[in-house]
Every structure is written in structure tokens, then in C-alpha cells.
């Protein structure tokens, strides 16, 4: 029970802070995009006390660059920022980012105040790891004649080949319970 429960992957989201203004990052699926599939990446912007900073108010960019980056290195990606609804958010800086290749990428969103917003200008970073993409998988492949025959086969006595990989450990289980029973009983 114990290396099921500490083998669980555990999600959470990344919150950063800039300035007056905090923001909560996400990357679809579960911070674990796969390379040539596109994805989506947004952020919630906070102000102190939770407030939030609706996308009206703020005009960002975003820049997807690779890892290790130096300084003056150009983003690989600019994706367009879009205001987009997700989770429990509505309004929200996203961006749809299709990652090239695996590996580590940094997200950057660069915001400037609009109209009469009373924030400074901001830049948020987020690593993110980018898996290899998934094989195509044919979605009912159909099975050949001799495929069939060995299946038929192999499942004839497939619950008799595993009785004793489940029973043997099972008995030995139930044996060291009732020993330790009797041992603190006496």
C-alpha cells in the first residue's frame, strides 16, 4: 500500500511571483506535453490578496526557448498569447505551443500594463519537460489466422499457469499469520 501511494506522479501546478503580480502556471497535459502534439500552456495572473488581472488589462507575449538557453539566445517559438478558459479560470493568458522535439524548454511571458491597469511591467519563466511523442497505434487491428490459433492456445491453460505464481505466496502469507497468532497467544 505504502509503494503504491508514494509511486503516485503528484501534478501541481507552478506559482511564480514578479513584482505586484503572481501567476500560476499550467502546461496541458499534466506539465507533460509530448513533442509535435500540440499543447496548451496558460497562466493565472494574480494580484496580492488573489484578485484577478483580466487579460484586458494586460498585453503579453510568450517565448518558447530551448535548455540550457543563454541570455541573448532568440526563442525557438512565439506562440500567440489568447485570452482561454480553463479549469475554473475564464479570461486567461494561454497560448497553444507545439513543442519540435523532446527535451527541456523555457516558457517566458513577458506582460506590459494596458489601459488603466496599476501594475508594472512583468516577465514569468516556466522549465517545462517535453516527452517523445506517442507511436501511431492502428485502432482495431485486425488479426491473422495463425495470430488467432496461438491465442486460443495459450488461453486454454492460462488460469492454471498462473495458480501457482498466486497460490504458493498466498499460503505462505496465511501460514506466517496464523504462526504469529500462535506465537503472541501462548
Not at 67 to 94: M, S, W
Not at 169 to 182: A, E, H, K, Q
Request: charged share 15%; hydrophobic share 40%; net charge positive.
Amino acid at each position: 500500500m505504502v509503494l503504491l501511494i508514494s509511486t503516485n506522479p503528484v501534478f501541481a501546478h507552478k506559482i511564480q511571483i514578479a513584482g505586484d503580480v503572481a501567476g500560476l502556471w499550467h502546461v496541458e497535459p499534466n506539465h507533460n506535453p509530448q513533442a509535435g502534439e500540440e499543447t496548451l500552456a496558460w497562466v493565472v495572473l494574480t494580484r496580492r490578496g488573489g484578485k484577478l488581472v483580466p487579460f484586458e488589462t494586460v498585453n503579453c507575449g510568450m517565448g518558447v526557448y530551448a535548455q540550457p538557453r543563454q541570455a541573448n539566445d532568440a526563442p525557438i517559438l512565439t506562440p500567440t498569447v489568447i485570452p482561454i478558459n480553463a479549469e475554473k479560470y475564464r479570461g486567461i493568458p494561454g497560448a497553444k505551443v507545439t513543442f519540435p522535439t523532446p527535451g527541456i524548454y523555457q516558457l517566458q511571458l513577458n506582460c506590459q500594463p494596458r489601459g488603466n491597469a496599476d501594475f508594472t511591467a512583468f516577465k514569468l519563466t516556466y522549465d517545462v519537460t517535453v516527452l517523445a511523442e506517442n507511436p501511431s497505434v492502428q485502432a482495431n487491428p485486425i488479426p491473422t489466422q495463425e495470430e488467432v490459433s496461438a491465442q486460443k492456445k495459450g488461453d486454454a491453460n492460462s488460469g492454471w499457469n498462473l495458480f501457482p505464481a498466486v497460490m504458493v505466496p498466498g499460503i505462505l502469507v496465511i501460514g506466517g499469520l496464523v504462526w504469529l497468532v500462535r506465537r503472541f497467544k501462548s
